[in-house]
């Protein structure tokens, strides 16, 4: 590198240099109002509280759900449980013998008739080949 | 987890602090801005050569930087070389934006200083136009290598990060940057306060 060269860096360096001392400085208004670009942390994200009691078949609901939720099986747990604490209820009806409660779940018992089959031969019928 | 009280924020790296505040700390995000602001406040202003203007910049810059916090990949990207990619994209589409004819114009005038370094101040000023002047005649990438590692004062390998080219690739813009800056700006040595060598 010859002498000119040198000269000609140097002056550059001193020209950058200049550049650099002339650039303001931030002011105190515009870094506060930096800081006031920070939002809330994870104001987007809130989980909302859950309630303090629940009912035992909410529990139920629950306890399903956390259980698929901790196994990571499913990503979105909330609609099966619906459908396997609907199940588990329709079971426990059928071992009932559809009764809840003194309550009958049919129909027909309820508002007082007897279940009468008035085609009790036609099964038989039916299996001897009709006619 | 680390908590904010168990170790000093500023002894955390950049990513680990955007990381905090991912999770939590605004403590962390100001310790991010306290650290990364004045310095893309400056890179904008050496581009826009406008200070509102560039404090608009790195506001918007850190706005997208807090909106993109939860997803922030650690190993992915250091987040002041991001954040140097969005002001430089953000300068860019202010420019666009500009009328040709006020680029000049924007040149900030502060009032006269009237203290004993006032020459100096007016000989800083008058030399810093006329580079930024230069630079902005020069291609862009070559322009942004010579901001970057010369007034930003970034290393190369970080240059080569925020460009996405290799650390070659930076040298060889840098240097053919200069001598064209050196070139353009031959004429204008007196004027700038400087000996005419001949040599």
Not at chain 1, 37 to 41: A, D, F, G, L, Q
Not at chain 2, 72 to 78: G, L, N, P, S
Not at chain 2, 151 to 155: E, H, Q, V, W
């Given at each position: 590198m010859t002498q000119h060269d040198q000269n000609q860096d140097a002056q550059l360096d001193d020209l950058f240099a200049a550049a650099r001392r002339d650039a303001p400085e931030p002011s105190d208004a515009f870094m506060q109002a930096l800081f006031d670009?920070?939002?809330?942390?994870n104001a987007a994200t809130a989980v909302t509280a859950e309630p303090v009691s629940q009912g035992w078949w909410a529990g139920v609901r629950q306890a399903i759900a956390d259980t698929f939720a901790t196994r990571d099986i499913?990503?979105?747990?909330s609609a099966l449980t619906g459908v396997i604490a609907a199940g588990v209820f329709g079971v426990w009806i059928g071992v009932n013998g559809g009764d809840i409660g003194g309550i009958s779940l049919n129909p027909f018992e309820a508002q007082g008739f007897d279940i009468v089959?008035?085609?009790?031969g036609l099964d038989l019928s039916y299996l001897d080949g009709g006619a | 987890m680390v908590k904010d009280t168990d170790i000093s924020l500023g002894d955390l790296a950049d990513n680990a602090l955007l990381v905090l505040f991912a999770n939590g700390s605004k403590p962390a995000a100001m310790e991010l801005t306290r650290r990364l602001g004045p310095k893309l406040f400056r890179h904008a202003y050496y581009r826009l050569q406008n200070k509102s203007d560039a404090e608009d910049i790195a506001q918007e810059a850190f706005l997208r930087l807090w909106k993109i916090a939860p997803e922030?990949?650690?190993?992915?990207?250091?987040v002041s070389t991001w954040l140097y990619r969005v002001i430089d994209n953000l300068c860019i589409d202010r420019l666009r934006a500009?009328?040709?004819?006020s680029s000049l114009d924007d040149l900030t005038n502060d009032p006269v200083d009237p203290s004993p370094s006032a020459d100096q101040s007016m000989l800083d000023q008058s030399r810093a136009r006329a580079l930024h002047t230069a630079l902005a005649a020069l291609p862009e990438r070559q322009a942004q290598a010579v901001r970057l590692r010369h007034?930003?004062?970034?290393?190369n390998p970080e240059i080569a990060q925020i460009m996405g080219l290799t650390v070659e690739a930076v040298e060889s813009l840098t240097a053919r940057g200069k001598r064209a800056l050196q070139t353009q700006l031959h004429g204008q040595k007196t004027a700038l306060g400087y000996e005419n060598d001949t040599a």
């Open positions: 670009t920070i939002p809330e942390p499913f990503a979105d747990a089959d008035p085609f009790s | 922030w990949k650690q190993d992915q990207a250091q500009r009328r040709p004819s007034l930003d004062k970034l290393t």
